[in-house]
């Protein structure tokens, strides 16, 4: 069975840090990119981040570059979002993908609520 796990939201105040997590099984996770997806509270998605299977390029959002680092461990089969001086705007469901470069192909984990409050 392929799946996509993601992990570690939770609620914090501005300013506060959180690490997400993805673990993936099932599927041979060193040929897809490493995508985070946020989608806010009106439905609208946002890329977050993306790490390359190719090159091991990395690119980030603008609204997250300086305070995001995201990560993967091919030999895990996981990867990592690192977040950092986190702000109200950042609250969202946070979801990671894989995505076979040229196939297409799209994996989605199930998404995990991060709540940034005082």
């Known amino acids: 069975d392929v799946q996509l796990q993601a992990s570690g939201g939770g609620l914090v105040q501005p300013g506060g840090s959180l690490r997400l997590s993805c673990a993936a099984s099932g599927f041979r996770f060193a040929d897809y990119d490493l995508g985070w997806i946020r989608q806010y509270a009106d439905k609208r998605l946002e890329v977050v981040s993306c790490v390359r299977k190719q090159n091991g390029g990395i690119a980030y959002a603008d609204s997250v570059k300086g305070r995001f680092t995201a990560s993967r461990d091919n030999a895990k089969s996981t990867g990592s979002l690192e977040m950092n001086n986190l702000k109200p705007e950042d609250t969202a469901v946070y979801y990671c993908?894989?995505?076979?470069?040229?196939?297409?192909?799209?994996?989605w984990g199930q998404g995990t609520q991060v709540t940034v409050s005082s």
């Open positions: 993908n894989a995505r076979r470069p040229y196939t297409n192909t799209v994996y």
